[in-house]
C-alpha cells in the first residue's frame, strides 16, 4: 500500500508522461509499471542508461 507522499509521484508521473521513476523505495513501489512509466531502482536504471551509449 502506498504511502500519501508516494500517490503524489504516480500522479505527477501521469500528468508529466514520465518515462521512469527512479527510486529505492521497493516496498511502495513494487510494480515495475505505472501506466506507461516505467519504475526502476537506481541500479536498473543506471545499468539500462550505459547499455544505450
Keep these: ?10 500522479e505527477v508521473a501521469k500528468e508529466a508522461e514520465l ?4 527510486s529505492g523505495n521497493t516496498l511502495d513501489f513494487s510494480f515495475e509499471t505505472f501506466g506507461y512509466t516505467k519504475i526502476v ?6 545499468e539500462n542508461w ?4
Excluded at 1 to 10: A, I, S
Excluded at 19 to 22: A, L, M
Excluded at 50 to 53: G, N, Q, T, V, Y
Design 50 to 53: 550505459f547499455a544505450r551509449l
Design 1 to 10: 500500500m502506498l504511502d500519501m507522499p508516494d500517490n503524489n509521484f504516480l
Design 41 to 46: 531502482t537506481p541500479k536498473v536504471f543506471y
Design 19 to 22: 518515462d521512469y521513476i527512479i
